[in-house]
């Protein structure tokens, strides 16, 4: 998937030390749930367990040719969020220099749009901490509403104490 800014692309193990870069940013992780990266054996790991699915994609930004963040959607987790059987769960970030700039809204709608094309599916849902409401944004500009629902997550690595906004999209 490509845009005139960015590609979806498939994470690949040579990425590992540019997203050690940005997922070891202590600013970053924790707005999404996960903790920091600490070493790029690590985020190598992360590619080879988390990110290396048919349906999870690095941002990569073509002026420079680096990812940086990630897009995907997946079977609804035990993170307790209210879905539906079979619903996907979204999620997504993006390297702190690239805040604001509408990459993953830009990165979202592409996913979105790819989706509604290739697959069978009715919705998606996903959610924010209610203090990340650029996170918030980025789905309401893609069409997400918000379910009403407010709930923790115990499954985060951190912010399993913060309540997260519930929004979904009806595809």
Do not use: Q
């Not at 998937?1 to 590992?16: F, G, V």
């Not at 999870?56 to 680096?66: G, R």
């Amino acid at each position: 998937m490509e845009s005139e800014r960015i590609l979806l692309r498939p994470w690949r193990d040579d990425d590992a030390p540019v997203l050690y870069r940005f997922a070891s940013d202590p600013d970053v992780g924790p707005r999404a749930g996960w903790a920091a990266h600490t070493s790029v054996d690590e985020s190598r790991e992360v590619i080879r367990t988390v990110f290396m699915n048919p349906t999870t994609w690095a941002i990569v930004l073509k002026s420079n040719n680096l990812p940086i963040g990630a897009m995907g959607y997946g079977p609804s987790c035990d993170c307790g969020l209210p879905a539906f059987d079979d619903e996907p769960t979204v999620g997504y970030w993006v390297a702190k220099p690239y805040w604001g700039l509408g990459i993953c809204t830009e990165a979202l709608r592409m996913m979105i749009d790819h989706v509604r094309r290739t697959a069978d599916m009715r919705s998606f849902v996903s959610g924010h901490f209610v203090d990340n409401p650029a996170s918030c944004r980025v789905m309401e500009k893609c069409g997400f509403v918000p379910t009403g629902d407010i709930c923790t997550s115990p499954t985060l690595a951190i912010g399993s104490d913060r309540p997260i906004r519930v929004l979904r999209l009806w595809l």
